[in-house]
């Protein structure tokens, strides 16, 4: 080789390194990875033997297509690489499909090319030359190309042709037929016709008699494919307008004759108005008709075209209902009545267009025979269609409903009766309390206490007092004693309620056997508990579902003697551990544990969380509830920072459950832990002879005795290396730790007063360092920077002075002029500063005019993404799964700004807690409103489902970083990219 090749080569290799090292990794195979050393051989000019590979082999080798220079740049090497994959392996058909080189080699390196293609340029031919020396033809290259790209065009973004455009013209012009016959599918005809609509009217014309419009199917003899006729109508509407005409005309197909009136509409409203709304009379007693007499839904096929055998009726409804609701009342009204297999997403559409006109069409829905595992679903949504309706004509119906079997229909049903609390409704679910029927009690008792007036909660009490079937108690226990203030409750006031459960038959069981022998309880008084008032504790947390204290026994515990209660609770905890474990057949006991252990559970409950990796351990430390308890959690949490989620999330939620009963948000709690690493000004001594500090970088740095910065300590002893690798491991924590909390407050646009922020941002060693790269505010005007010296200066670099009552936050760039926030840009560029959170160069979405009054946002509706990355994405960004529907169905997503008091929600379809992490999930619409208002631990009724719902806050009055943060989380969690 001469010196210019062997230049060229070394080049190319140092280009290809890091993709060949790749390559080489996934080759697992001895002979694949001899053959794959010989190739680059060959490609590189090392050898002249072509190397020969079995199509069989083709996958093992096919991404070296995606090597090539774009094609001007082509040299010795790019032409060595196509003599490789065109050697018998480019193009050939396998059984009944083609398989080749040809598909990366089009796809990935060629296209992207050809999509910002020049006027000028002519990029097809000059890849056909080249494939023209080694025998592939034009007919072949286009085949190839078109296979691999399916639907790419043949224009350009500026309408103009592009050179693969211009290869299909001029074979058009010499061998129409064939041409025709490569192009005619429904991946290529619609880019042919969009082709030859803008550049060749005359061979349109020509095309269009010679084009297979009509094809035969099952309902119909000439079906019309409508969709390449859509394709010319976004060309020339008019010059197509009389071919479509003709072709309805020629088509018994109803279906296909409704989508084109559709595209005639949707492009001469006003002429094509009369006409598409007879054909839909026509369409909708048709559909209806088959739906009724096919075993399976009859799938209507609706624009835009779904996948196969989806039926997109609701889609078809939906479009009448907003184009033609006045002429087609009378015949939509019909359809739901009429039609057996009824879709609640129809019914949606009808409702939401006709409202209270259509109360009847919304009580179709519930009158449906539903028996299977899609009941509840069935109901909640049928009920989400009475929302701002006045369905009081059929209240019996409901209240049928309310009385079923069915504990969550009861559920779902009493909450909808409860939201319109007549004098009718109380009375009824009083005098339903009172009977014999289990269910018809249950139904009373719920209604009465989703009511939570005084006089529904006075009726519940007789319920509390004598009902014997725990989970119709239980409703009443929970709604009685929160509207209680039981701050007040004495010792004789508890052992009332002992009192009426032993009347009940509900404390003639011992004590669980797993709870062992047990030491004495004793009262505040120094009075003992007794063997009946223990079995209480226990009684009433059996009743729990949940692993948290039972509302009615909570005050006992209060009332207990504490250090005879902790000496109870940690001889419960070793019966426990020893006979059961901290498993679920020992769970009545956990809150019990939680609310009279102390300290001595701590670390044990820390170490059976780890090393079981037991959830059930967490719950119970953030029973606890105390600082030691928080700071196990957090133990927890570091320790499975990475694997078992479901162990990090328990602790997650444990510890924000300590944080609330300490009257702390979950991230002040957890900046109140941060380890000051024994730092004093900043600084600590290691060795007696070196200093660490933290840089402005946020790794550790050091100085030695004469004041000189080095990388590390020389010859460090063990105990050294050690302690600083605890070091480093803790500081990497705290740091990823404050990214987080700074992140939200700055979100929240949180505010210290000036003591409180000089403690932690001027004092602690890894607060200051991060605060030293983000920019301050003052009372809502001054903007400053903590310097390295821990001087505060504004932009202009003048030194200012803080007030104690003065409040400090972080500047979200929303409230920044343009002016302003250039100048902080430019003052961090020159200091080298890297903010350790997005602040200046946050996104920010404002909220459009239009849109100031709308509570229930479309923006994201219908977006898509695989439901992995969602959900993966969402955790990152601080949103939590919202309702769960039946089989595992997750509703909505849910995100709490809890310092300003508001939750934003985000409807989700498609998505399951444990699908396919490939299958797309669809976004729905989005919404905020007070913090707290919408309990998704219950059922999905509870969401707001109607614009004028009273919890939706319109999009005007959300806080404008607020609005501008929660849609800046759903764009990026949305964003399809890898």
């Known amino acids: 080789m001469n010196e210019g090749i062997i230049e060229l080569v ?65 040299d010795f090497i790019d032409q060595r690489l196509l003599a490789f994959i065109c050697n018998d392996t480019f193009f050939y058909v396998k059984n009944t499909h083609t398989e080749g080189y040809y598909k990366l080699f089009f796809k990935e390196w060629f296209l992207p090319q050809l999509k910002t293609e020049k006027k000028e340029e002519d990029l097809f031919g000059l890849t056909l030359k080249v494939l023209g020396l080694f025998k592939i033809d034009t007919w072949t290259s286009l085949t190839a190309y078109l296979n691999a790209t399916e639907q790419a065009s043949f224009l350009r973004g500026d309408k103009t042709v592009n050179s693969v455009g211009e290869v299909i013209l001029k074979l058009i012009k010499e061998d129409e037929t064939r041409t025709i016959q490569l192009l005619e599918n429904e991946n290529y005809i619609k880019p042919l016709l969009s082709l030859l609509g803008t550049t060749e009217q005359s061979l349109l014309d020509t095309l269009l008699e010679k084009l297979h419009l009509y094809y035969t199917g099952k309902e119909a003899l000439k079906h019309i494919r409508f969709s390449w006729l859509e394709e010319l109508c976004r060309v020339n509407p008019k010059k197509i307008e009389p071919f479509i005409i003709k072709k309805i005309e020629g088509s018994d197909c109803i279906n296909s004759v409704m989508h084109y009136y559709r595209i005639l509409f ?283 204290v039972d509302i009615e026994a909570e005050p006992m515990y209060t009332l207990l003697d504490q250090k005879k209660g902790a000496d109870f609770a940690y001889a419960l905890f070793q019966n426990i551990v020893e006979n059961t474990g901290i498993k679920a057949l020992a769970k009545p006991g956990f809150a019990i544990l939680g609310k009279l252990g102390d300290h001595r559970l701590v670390v044990p409950l820390q170490n059976i969380a780890i090393h079981d990796k037991n959830v059930n351990a967490c719950i119970i430390l953030g029973v606890l509830g105390t600082r030691r308890a928080a700071l196990a959690l957090d133990q927890i949490i570091q320790h499975f920072n990475i694997k078992h989620p479901n162990v990090r999330l328990a602790a997650e939620e444990a510890f924000e459950s300590i944080a609330e009963q300490l009257g702390l948000t979950y991230f002040e709690l957890k900046d109140s832990m941060i380890p000051d690493f024994d730092f004093v000004n900043q600084k600590k001594l290691i060795d007696k002879e070196y200093k660490i500090c933290i840089s402005p970088r946020l790794k550790f740095s050091f100085k030695n005795k004469q004041g000189k910065q080095v990388k590390s300590i020389p010859k460090a002893p063990e105990d050294i290396k050690k302690m600083l690798k ?196 669809i976004l729905g619409k989005c919404f905020f409103t007070p913090l707290g208002f919408v309990q998704t631990d219950n059922f999905w009724f509870s969401e707001p489902q109607n614009e004028t719902d009273h919890r939706l806050i319109a999009l005007q009055d959300v806080p404008k970083i607020i609005y501008s943060e929660a849609m800046n989380d759903l764009e990026e969690i949305m964003n399809n990219v890898p």
């Open 266 to 548: 949707i492009n001469a409203r006003k002429k094509y108005r009369k006409p598409t709304v007879q054909h839909i009379k026509k369409v909708l007693p048709y559909i209806s008709e088959r739906k009724n007499s096919s075993k399976n839904s009859y799938p209507f096929d609706w624009f835009p075209t779904s996948e196969s055998f989806h039926d997109d009726t609701p889609k078809f409804i939906g479009w009448v209902c907003k184009y033609f609701a006045k002429e087609t009342k009378t015949e939509l009204f019909s359809f739901v009545k009429n039609t057996k297999q009824l879709n609640l997403e129809i019914v949606q559409h009808i409702v939401d267009c006709y409202k209270q006109d259509a109360i009847e069409i919304a009580i179709e829905a519930l009158k449906m025979n539903v028996k299977d595992n899609t009941t509840i679903a069935h109901y909640r949504q049928a009920f989400a269609l009475l929302e701002g309706l006045d369905f009081s004509a059929y209240y019996d119906l409901i209240w049928d409903i309310t009385c079923s079997d069915y504990q969550d229909l009861t559920k779902i049903s009493a909450f909808l009766l409860s939201r319109y609390p007549t004098n009718d409704i109380f009375y009824k679910a009083k005098k339903l309390t009172l009977s014999e029927k289990k269910e018809e009690r249950r139904a009373g008792v719920s209604v009465l206490s989703k009511i939570r007036c005084e006089e529904a909660i006075a009726s519940l009490q007789p319920i509390v007092e004598k009902e014997v079937v725990e989970n119709i108690r239980n409703i009443a226990v929970r709604s009685f004693y929160n509207y209680k203030n039981q701050s007040k409750i004495s010792i004789e006031d508890i052992k009332k309620r002992i009192h009426l459960a032993l009347q009940r038959g509900k404390l003639d069981t011992s004590i669980p056997k797993w709870a062992g022998i047990l030491p004495e309880l004793q009262w505040q008084d120094g009075t003992t508990v007794s063997k009946t008032e223990i079995n209480y504790l226990f009684y009433r947390q059996i009743s729990s579902k949940k692993i948290d």
């Open 10 to 74: 070394a080049q190319r290799k140092k280009q290809w390194g890091n993709v060949l090292h790749d390559f080489r990794k996934k080759i697992y195979n001895d002979h694949d990875r001899e053959s794959f050393e010989n190739i680059l051989k060959f490609i590189f000019g090392e050898s002249d033997e072509l190397p020969q590979i079995t199509r069989s082999k083709i996958d093992s080798f096919d991404r070296l297509s995606t090597l090539f220079n774009p094609i001007q740049e082509w």
């Open 726 to 921: 605890n070091l480093n491991t803790t500081r990497k924590h705290t740091i990823q730790h404050l990214k987080y909390s700074l992140e939200n407050y700055l979100v929240i646009q949180k505010f210290w007063k000036t003591n409180d922020w000089k403690k932690l941002f001027l004092n602690h060693p890894i607060a200051s360092a991060c605060g030293q790269t983000l920019i301050w505010q003052q009372n809502n005007e001054n903007t400053f920077i903590i310097t390295a010296d821990g001087e505060l200066k504004n932009y202009k670099q003048e030194s200012i002075d803080i007030n104690h009552d003065d409040q400090i936050r972080l500047v979200h760039p929303i409230l920044l002029g343009a002016k302003i926030k250039l100048k902080w840009k430019q003052y961090l560029e020159n200091q080298k500063i890297i903010p350790v959170i997005q602040q200046l160069d946050r996104n920010i979405i404002r909220l459009p005019r239009k849109l100031y009054k709308v509570t229930l946002s479309t923006n994201f509706k219908g977006r898509t993404l695989a439901a992995g990355k969602f959900k993966t994405r969402a955790q990152k960004r601080g949103w939590k799964k919202g309702s769960i529907g039946d089989n595992g169905s997750i509703l909505s997503y849910k995100k709490a700004f809890k310092e300003g008091r508001i939750e934003v929600f985000v409807e989700t379809h498609n998505l399951q807690i444990h699908g396919m992490f490939d299958d797309r999930m």
